[in-house]
């Protein structure tokens, strides 16, 4: 929640969305004049919103911090763990790769994969939960874009939780 205030004061309303929900970019369905922001740690990556009325939309975003387990106890962070096993995937690794180098929509990685659409939507799902991708969604098409830097952190945490150090909140 303090990182969420912080962020607020620093960045436009549509990089602290894209930040908070962990690379959902604003589209026409977020048209209004207020936005009710609600953290919730059980929902941590999710983002989930609803019209509230006429001109308010309340979101409910994940604002349980990366280095923190929903398991009191643990000591592997969950955020670590879901970078990790979205990664651990080879089709994942390939769309990444194509990511990394431009925006695509679904259907263009489905071709360039030779995959069905249904198993591509799939698995960018699993890479926007884990936050390695961002969403946007524009009109009638949603394009993917690889999140650099979130990628970057993963392997940085990583590093530091195999050598026993204190894992960073990812970007």
């Given at each position: 929640m303090e990182r969420a205030q912080a962020l607020a004061a620093t960045?436009?309303?549509?990089e602290l969305f894209t930040e908070l929900s962990q690379g959902l970019q604003?589209?026409?369905?977020?048209?209004?004049?207020?936005?009710?922001?609600v953290p919730a740690f059980w929902t941590t990556p999710l983002v989930f919103f609803e019209k509230y009325n006429d001109k308010t939309i309340l979101l409910t975003f994940g604002a349980r911090p990366a280095n923190m387990s929903v398991i009191p106890g643990e000591i592997v962070p969950d955020a670590l763990v879901r970078s990790l096993k979205?990664?651990?995937d080879p089709t994942r690794l390939k769309i990444l790769r194509y990511l990394a180098s431009e925006s695509l929509t679904p259907s263009e990685i489905a071709r360039k994969l030779q995959l069905r659409?249904?198993?591509?939507?799939?698995?960018?799902k699993e890479l926007r939960l884990a936050g390695l991708v961002e969403l946007s969604l524009m009109h009638?098409?949603?394009?993917?874009?690889?999140?650099k830097q979130a990628l970057n952190?993963?392997?940085?945490?990583?590093?530091?939780?195999l050598q026993g150090e204190q894992i960073k909140e990812i970007a």
């Open positions: 960045v436009s309303f549509e604003l589209g026409d369905e977020f048209n209004a004049e207020q936005f009710i922001l979205a990664l651990a659409p249904p198993t591509v939507t799939h698995h960018l009638e098409e949603n394009r993917y874009t690889a999140r952190a993963v392997y940085e945490n990583l590093n530091a939780f």
